[in-house]
């Protein structure tokens, strides 16, 4: 299953924009060496599933207005749909739905930008999302394994791109929050503290960065991550000879790692499979992304100290 969720704060009238591709791309994953810090290698087999919208029709282009879409596998075979239908479209081994839902993300954002801005855990309230109640555009497209041509473990982005001739990338997203949370804070970055650094992160390919920028985004990492290990006032996550942060190589791996033949649980899934690696076990879920509440720092912590008893920095 992939979603993409776009436009905070949508309206009911309001629809996906016909200028635009919403791409989701996979590729498959082999397993690394074991104690690396990116302990993933991706495979350049690469399948694509584009989504495209015509302008709304009628109604005046209100909550009422009409919009198609259609999704094209990577066989490119085509699959049509109606916005806020749900009944969606299906064929080819896939299933289409789009339209308006209830914002899944679980996020206290006004806390988190507190704690960036003072220095100090500022989350006070469990139970406080700041999205409750609000609405994105959803594009749910659920695949069929055999579309995979055999693969298993996945690597997974959503990106939108301009509509053309000529494609651009306007924004991509693997994991949550890697740029707002880990990307944005400029004020510990000693070596590009001036540098709004997301737009250039971007436009990169997530399976493969360019090598301009990629020491701005290790510094980038590397005292972000800092911050946040640091913040309960000891240091889980030491830096190595070099400066490092030991999860920056696998954060600037940014994409949902998913393996197709496990199953998914509710409150556990998410990034157990790069969990799983990093403490030297097999993984047992099918990872990606859910919409539970994060257990990060916990469970990093006891990855991290697995890692220590095997011997690994």
């Known amino acids: 299953m992939l979603v993409l969720n776009t436009l905070p704060f949508a309206q009911p009238s309001d629809r996906l924009s016909d200028g635009l591709v919403y791409r989701f791309r996979l590729r498959p994953l082999t397993g690394g ?8 290698a991706v495979r350049p087999e690469e399948f694509v599933f584009d989504c495209v919208f015509s302008p709304p029709a009628g109604a005046n282009r209100g909550q009422d207005a009409e919009q198609e879409g259609t999704c094209i596998t990577p066989a490119g075979e ?4 109606r916005v806020n239908d749900e009944r969606g479209g299906s064929g080819h081994g896939v299933r289409v739905f789009a339209g308006p839902r209830w ?3 679980i996020m206290d954002a006004r806390a988190a930008l507190k704690t960036i801005a003072t220095g100090k855990l500022a989350f006070t309230d469990p139970s406080s ?3 409750d109640g609000k609405n994105v555009l959803s594009l749910v497209v659920e695949v069929d394994s055999e579309l995979l041509n055999g693969a298993e473990l996945v690597g997974v ?3 939108t791109l301009t509509r053309g001739r000529f494609n651009v990338r306007i924004e991509r997203v693997g994991r949550p929050e890697v740029k707002n949370m880990m990307l944005a804070p400029k004020q510990f970055d000693q070596v590009n503290r001036d540098l709004e650094i997301r737009d250039l992160y971007n436009v990169e390919d997530a399976f493969h960065l360019g090598q301009t920028y990629q020491g701005a985004y290790r510094a980038r990492l590397n005292a972000n991550l800092a911050f946040w290990d640091g913040l309960d006032g000891r240091t889980d996550w030491a ?8 999860l920056t190589r696998l954060v600037l ?3 949902l790692v998913v393996d197709v033949t496990k199953p998914y649980i509710e409150k556990g899934s998410f990034l157990e499979i790069e969990l799983a690696a990093l403490g030297g076990r097999a993984h047992e879920t099918c990872g990606g992304a859910d919409t539970q509440r ?3 720092r916990h469970d990093l912590h006891a990855a991290r100290q697995r890692r220590k008893r095997a011997g690994h920095p």
């Open 103 to 105: 914002d899944p993300f």
């Open 294 to 296: 994060r257990r990060d």
């Open 129 to 131: 999302i700041f999205l």
């Open 157 to 159: 982005v959503a990106e």
């Open 253 to 255: 791996a940014d994409f």
């Open 239 to 246: 830096m190595d000879g070099n400066g490092d942060h030991p």
């Open 33 to 40: 060496t074991p104690g690396d810090p990116m302990p993933f």
């Open 78 to 81: 085509t699959v049509s749909f």
